[in-house]
């Protein structure tokens, strides 16, 4: 769906980058010399009082001094009148960019080298290259389609793309901002091969790769002299032990600052106006990074593929509405033959006999989700659920390799602050089997068993709390029931049942989001309990306890109407109680009608509430970081529009960790909404798709005017959320083949009409599946008033009459069609499960354009650097060319694949050890290299 997108252009971006702000850049440049842009901000408060002061101004001057001698630039603001704060400026000069571009391997775009240059001749020839690189632009000889033709064929697929094209040209947001373009070669830097980088684009290192390089020059400077304090590294340690405030990438101006890259985002991917277009993603990519440029890429791929389901769901919803004028049950109830049916009492002492036309509104409201097209519904859903997965896999991977993250492997993590926090205490020491450095070791009996105990527990008895409010629903709709019985006016008395459902509903909705947000508190604090060394493994674990209890907490009472309510009620001479009440019937319409009501409110509610919650609670805050500043006052008249970018900044609200695990929480609670009970409200794709079409872009807004810039992410997928999906498609067969069998009347109409019926048509259907009763055997608990009992009532069951022998007692249709339930589950469940299993076969994980593409570039990058080299060398090459390597040489692979140089320095070179230097940078992590016999 989503369309990459380029920034400006070299020359657009030298002209704006004259007119944007001028506090992003260093304020004490030389005359002559280039701008110096801010890449990173540190914050803390001056308090000389504090007893800590003095030790966390030496931390700060020794973590200072390692920044400056890696090479950094820093500045401080100078500003004095800005209260206790104080605010250090961070420039990472091109050199060591280039030189930590290289140590971590990031793969940068090379030169577009001209054809007089690649098809200079060989040592080989140029007869022996299997084919001629031309076409390096990525145009026509890139495609695979394009290597064998077929006359016809091809013809009419290139005139379908063509039309395509075409008619996807209005949704690309606006060429005057954001040009499409091919995708550049990329290669794994290296200064030796610096030739085939353009260091001098303006663009070369993107915002996020500037801001990922800084983040791990930070994450590794020492801040003390004790050099056997293995951790006294790190700007998440200094921040954490209240050394600084805050670090943070600098936004690059603000929202109405021309030339700022964050303007045009926000003006043409933020915007709502903008809503029907395809989102900027490279843009976004090259602002945020991968991580966040792969959630919106996820989120607008998921809105997209929503589309279809939304379309199919109004279709059948809207089939309901036209043809249930048509449907005989709805017109026996509503004034038919069986209009003046007399049905039994729905509860104890209150409720009196009542006419089954009173149903008739609910009935009618059922047939709107529940008529001819629920199964296909359901297995259409069922197959979209896999389709939408296994075309994620080739879509991500298609968007992974174009940012270089394709196979990514992730870096070591260090232990989190908070864990190094907790075993402050604790004297046993184990060694790091990757770092070779001592890390405190968690007693098991002590600390990590009990941690786990305490939480696992507490988790369990949320989740129980959950289950005893829908307990606490329940008894509130009994006593509704009761209490509406009692009340005389005749519009209450005709939709109880409406009144009862939507009230019920709405008070879930409230304590669901009540239970949530009480819970996402605990979650923090038993997970630290549980003392997870990385912050990965504490992310996972988080993810895990607040999806598992959110799972339980909205889906609860929805599994509870599906499956459990008006299942096990017993019958009018003997009700099946708990705590003495009667069991929960359902309503005259039945529980289908309900459960798509419990749906509609819980779901779209939510929506509602969290949208909200989720936009304005950022500003609160806000408003809390502006106190902090509320002492600070330049200059009487200055305007907000003169206040320095990393001061604006800072009043904004940090990202933090789990700033996409909440975005992700609320998409995939929604996923299992639209999968898992799907069959009972057709229209939940196409509400989602409307909240997700302005979710996506309050989201972008979101992040560019209420937080502060994130640490740019290198990930490879979208990690447990895809796994979760994934199972929730299992669940959602299983779920809407039980919903069908058990809670809609497909079953019972489908059988009825095949065997019961004369003329196979639905014609006394709503006699037969009414039992007849006599009110003399009601159940004594009732007491009910048997003065003004009919001669007999009626209750929805396949029940023997009180007339027969075996009065009460489930008879021939009753087995029947719990057979045909059960039969309908279980070709349901195969039928669709082989179809899942054919079509993940039929759509590999990774396309062969892709695989051919890949292998393509990494051939021709291998080429470019070949032939450079020979450029290079010139004569020499040619006056040795007998020892030249051929195209099939061993050595050409090796060659062309060397990314990175270990320099072995005069002296330095351990025997086998490769050349590795054993020291490290002054003021960086530790590092210890062993060699074979264990000597350090």
């Known amino acids: 769906m989503v369309e990459g997108m380029e920034l400006l252009s070299d020359g657009e971006v030298n002209k704006q980058i004259e007119e944007m702000d001028e506090s992003i850049y260093f304020s004490d440049v030389e005359k002559g010399e280039d701008n110096k842009l801010v890449d990173f901000v540190l914050v803390w408060e001056e308090k000389p009082s504090e007893p800590h002061w003095s030790e966390n101004k030496k931390k700060r001057d020794i973590f200072l001094q390692n920044l400056e001698s890696e090479g950094l630039e820093v500045e401080s603001d100078g ?192 915007s709502l106006k903008q809503f029907w277009k395809y989102q900027p993603l490279d843009a976004v ?33 809207l089939y309901g509405v036209i043809t249930y004028s048509t449907d005989i049950p709805i017109m026996d109830i509503c004034g038919g033959s069986m209009a003046n049916t007399t049905m039994c009492p729905i509860c104890d002492e209150f409720c009196d006999y009542w006419k089954l036309e009173d149903a008739c509104k609910m009935t009618q409201a059922k047939y709107f989700f529940d008529n001819g097209t629920t199964v296909f519904f359901a297995i259409f859903m069922s197959l979209w659920g896999v389709i939408f997965l296994e075309f994620w896999k080739r879509y991500s991977a298609e968007i992974t390799h174009r940012w270089d993250v394709f196979g990514y492997d992730p870096e070591e993590e260090h232990p989190r602050p908070e864990y190094l926090a907790e075993l402050r205490d604790v004297e046993e020491r184990t060694i790091n089997f990757i770092t070779q450095t001592s890390e405190p070791k968690p007693p ?110 909205y889906y609860v009472s929805i599994f509870y109407i599906a499956f459990v309510k008006g299942q096990f009620v017993g019958t009018p001479n003997k009700y099946i109680r708990f705590m003495d009440w009667r069991q929960e019937e359902c309503s005259p319409g039945g529980c289908f009608i309900e459960l798509c009501i419990q749906l509609a409110i819980i779901f779209m ?49 940090e990202w933090g960790h789990q700033g996409l695990f909440y975005e992700y929480l609320e998409m995939v609670i929604q996923y299992g909404f639209i999968t898992i009970f799907v069959c009972a409200f057709p229209l939940a794709p196409f509400f989602a798709f409307c909240n997700n079409v302005l979710e996506l872009r309050l989201d972008a807004k979101k992040i560019l005017v209420q937080h502060r810039r994130p640490i740019a992410q290198k990930v490879q997928s979208i990690g447990v959320w895809f796994d979760i999906m994934e199972t929730l498609g299992r669940i959602s067969i299983i779920t809407n083949a039980f919903i069908i069998a058990l809670t809609s009347e497909f079953i019972p109409k489908t059988l009825y009409r095949a065997v019961y019926s004369m003329d196979g048509s639905l014609t006394g259907y709503v006699d037969f599946t ?30 023997s009459s009180y007339e027969e022998e075996n009065k009460y007692q489930n008879n021939a249709q009753f087995w029947h069609i719990w057979f045909a339930r059960l039969l309908f589950v279980v070709i349901f469940e195969n039928v669709v499960a082989i179809t899942i299993m054919a079509i993940k076969l039929a759509i590999p994980d990774i396309s062969a354009k892709l695989k051919y593409r890949i292998r393509r570039e990494a051939y021709i990058t291998k080429e470019i650097i070949i032939r450079t080299e020979r450029m290079k060398t010139g004569a020499n090459v040619r006056s040795k060319s007998d020892s030249a390597p051929t195209l099939n040489s061993p050595d050409i692979h090796s060659d062309a694949e060397t990314t990175f140089t270990h320099r072995r320095q005069t002296g330095g070179g351990v025997e086998g050890g490769g050349g590795l230097e054993r020291s490290s940078s002054t003021g960086d992590v530790k590092l210890i290299i062993k060699d074979e016999a264990g000597r350090s």
């Open 79 to 270: 500003s004095g009148g800005l209260n206790t704060l104080r605010f250090l400026k961070i420039h990472a000069p091109m050199e060591v960019l280039r030189r930590y571009a290289e140590i971590l391997k990031i793969r940068m775009p090379i030169k577009k080298f001209s054809a007089e240059m690649l098809h200079s001749e060989s040592a080989e020839g140029a007869e022996m290259l299997e084919f001629k690189l031309s076409q390096l632009d990525g145009t026509t000889h890139e495609q695979v389609g394009s290597m064998i033709r077929i006359p016809l064929f091809s013809d009419v697929t290139d005139e379908l793309k063509s039309w395509v094209e075409k008619f996807q040209e209005p949704f690309y947001p606006s060429e005057a901002v954001f040009h499409r373009g091919s995708n550049q070669y990329t290669a794994i830097y290296s200064r030796d091969k610096d030739y085939l980088f353009d260091h001098n684009d303006a663009k070369f290192f993107t915002p996020a790769t500037r801001s990922r390089i800084l983040e791990f020059l930070l994450k590794r400077k020492r801040f003390s002299e004790d050099q056997d304090d293995d951790f006294a590294f790190g700007i998440n340690k200094l921040i954490s032990d209240g050394v600084y405030l805050a670090a943070y990438p600098l936004h690059d101006g603000g929202i109405r600052s021309e030339g700022s890259q964050r303007k045009l985002l926000y003006d043409e991917w933020a």
């Open 770 to 799: 009414l039992s007849k009763f006599d009110p003399v055997d009601l159940d004594p608990a009732s007491q009910a008033n048997l003065t003004t009992a009919p001669a007999f009532c009626r209750y929805p069951d396949y029940k």
């Open 444 to 553: 098991f009996w002590k600390m990590k068993l009990p941690g786990i105990l305490i939480s696992w527990t507490s988790v369990l008895m949320f989740i129980m709390l959950a289950l005893i409010t829908v307990i606490a629903i329940i008894l509130y709709r009994m006593s509704m029931v009761a209490a509406l019985a009692a009340v005389n006016d005749s519009t209450i008395k005709s939709n109880w049942s409406l009144f009862i459902s939507m009230t019920g509903a709405g008070i879930n909705l409230v304590l669901i989001l009540i239970f949530n947000y009480i819970y996402e508190f605990l979650a923090f604090w038993l997970t630290e309990k549980e003392l997870h060394r990385t912050q990965t493994s504490f992310d996972d674990a988080l993810t895990l306890k607040i999806y598992l209890f959110q799972f339980v907490n």
């Open 605 to 653: 509610g939510k929506q509602f509430l969290l949208s909200i919650m989720e936009y304005y609670m950022p500003l609160m805050w806000k408003v809390f970081n502006m106190l902090k500043l509320a002492g600070w006052k330049s200059d009487e008249t200055r305007k907000e529009e003169a206040t320095p970018q990393y001061i604006k900044d800072f009043k904004l609200v």
């Open 285 to 317: 990519r090259d602002y945020y990074g991968v991580k966040m440029g792969l959630y919106f890429a996820w989120l607008g791929y998921y809105t997209f593929m929503l589309i279809p389901p939304s379309i199919v769901g109004i279709i059948c919803f």
